[in-house]
């Protein structure tokens, strides 16, 4: 899952990424508003996590307006100081969908993330499931016909992403885009060789279908096809 992070302090911008890359998110900086906002608005996150008040002639509320007026959906976590009633409401009226006081703990925003994640998605609780595949978004377990499965960072990240996207055709380009760093130079193939693990991984070694189906000339489709 790929997640933009807007914030000028570059110290804690650091600390942020470097924390959540740790939990297998790809993730962007950006360290002023003009930045943010255009990142925002051509590339596709799963969440924004922007800072309130920022360098340039932009804050955190004009951006979320500017996003929400541009009619992306992405859901957005606004950090700030500012931690009176009339400043968290005007956060949220902005069109954030969250609102977190600086300082914070790395664990209550990685919370915080999770549960906005968790909105649109149609299963119970943390965990993703797809017939006897499951995947606990917090313990990073995943199990298929009970088995414990052990998978890199990389793959887990590609397999959650598959998960939340059940039934439908991704391009690669959008893999790619959700499950990498922007920064990263991630060809293609590479792609192919992160499905090759899966498949070996949450596949082979069961009787049940296969998940993971090749759309040529287009991508991949995660589910379970019926006749």
Known sequence: MRILVVEDEHKI??????????????????????????????DEYDVIVL???????????DIAKEIRANSVRTPIIMLTAKDKIGDR????????DDYLVKPFAFE????????LMRRPQDHIGNVLELGD????????????????????????ALLEYLMRNQ??????????????????????????????YLRNKIEKPFRGPELIHT??????KFGVETD
């Open 13 to 42: 911008a650091g600390a942020i990424k470097r924390g959540l890359e740790q939990e297998s998110y790809a993730v962007d900086l950006a360290y002023d508003g003009d930045e943010g906002l255009s990142s925002a608005l051509t």
């Open 51 to 61: 800072d309130r008040m920022l360098p340039g002639l932009l804050d955190g509320v």
């Open 89 to 96: 409401v005007e956060g949220l009226n902005s069109g954030a």
């Open 108 to 115: 209550e925003l990685l919370a915080r993330i999770r549960a």
């Open 133 to 156: 595949l499951t995947l606990d978004t917090q313990t990073y377990e995943v199990k298929r016909a009970g088995r414990r499965i052990q998978l890199s960072q990389r793959e887990y």
């Open 167 to 196: 039934n439908r055709i991704l391009s690669k380009t959008n893999i790619i885009s959700h499950v990498w760093d922007y920064d990263a130079d991630i060809l293609p193939n590479t792609l192919e060789v992160y499905i090759g």
């Open 215 to 220: 759309v040529r000339g287009f991508g991949y």
